[in-house]
T-cell receptor, first 115, second 113 residues
Framework: DTEVTQTPKHLVMGMTNKKSLKCEQH?????MYWYKQKAKKPPELMFV???????INESVPSRFSPECPNSSLLNLHLHALQPEDSALYLC??????????????FGPGTRLTVL | GQNIDQPTEMTATEGAIVQINCTYQ??????LFWYQQHAGEAPTFLSY????GLEEKGRFSSFLSRSKGYSYLLLKELQMKDSASYLC??????????????FGTGTKLQVIP
């Protein structure tokens, strides 16, 4: 299994809603990532989890809250988002975070629209 | 911080060869990746360079010159399905264990018949 899965594929939410994005991989990878990608822009790193611990938070607003329940799962909890948070949210995983050759496998993404 | 530059768009003919350049400036360089991203899809890994020189993988090759802060992706025997964005991504390592992969803005390649 060399796949990273993400659910839901599409999400529309209001600014007062609470929702969660889910990501799962069964490749035994110990590093998992959340990226945000706006149209015609590159992916921007949000969070890195290494061995289920948060290793990087790229100054992401607290309305985004990551969670890593176990080595295969990564969640992103959303609360009180703004319309400008509408984007494609990509999850990725790699063998580990410290290894030099560290190809990242990306999931298909969740396209989020905030109304 | 990092500064990664790629051409915004390129057009090439089916069957031809195209070279996509990437220049970067970083204080803690530790590897360069090339990813392919089709519209509306996730990026997929193409190649990785950490030492100077050329890495070849089928129709795709990637070159790195660390002293010049320069890389290119070479695509041979272009096919229509190669129409996509090509993202250069640089891995940066700093003291204290901080490390990060930063993506360039991508080069949108259009392959025409």
């Amino acid at each position: 299994d060399t796949e990273v899965t993400q659910t839901p594929k599409h999400l529309v939410m209001g600014m007062t809603n609470k929702k969660s994005l889910k990501c799962e991989q069964h490749m035994g990878h110990r590093a998992m990532y959340w990226y945000k990608q706006k149209a015609k822009k590159p992916p921007e790193l949000m969070f890195v989890y290494s061995y289920e611990k948060l290793s990087i938070n790229e100054s992401v607003p607290s309305r985004f809250s990551p969670e890593c329940p176990n080595s295969s799962l990564l969640n992103l909890h959303l609360h009180a988002l703004q319309p400008e948070d509408s984007a494609l949210y990509l999850c990725a995983s790699s063998q580990d975070w410290g290894r030099e050759y560290n190809e990242q496998f990306f999931g298909p993404g969740t396209r989020l629209t905030v109304l | 911080g990092q500064n990664i530059d790629q051409p915004t768009e390129m057009t090439a003919t089916e069957g031809a060869i195209v070279q996509i350049n990437c220049t970067y400036q970083t204080s803690g360089f530790n590897g360069l990746f090339w990813y392919q991203q089709h519209a509306g899809e996730a990026p997929t890994f193409l190649s990785y360079n950490v030492l100077d020189g050329l890495e070849e993988k089928g129709r795709f090759s990637s070159f790195l010159s660390r002293s010049k802060g320069y890389s290119y992706l070479l695509l041979k025997e272009l096919q229509m399905k190669d129409s996509a964005s090509y993202l250069c991504a640089v891995r940066e390592v700093r003291s204290g264990g901080y490390q990060k992969v930063t993506f360039g803005t991508g080069t949108k390649l259009q392959v025409i018949p």
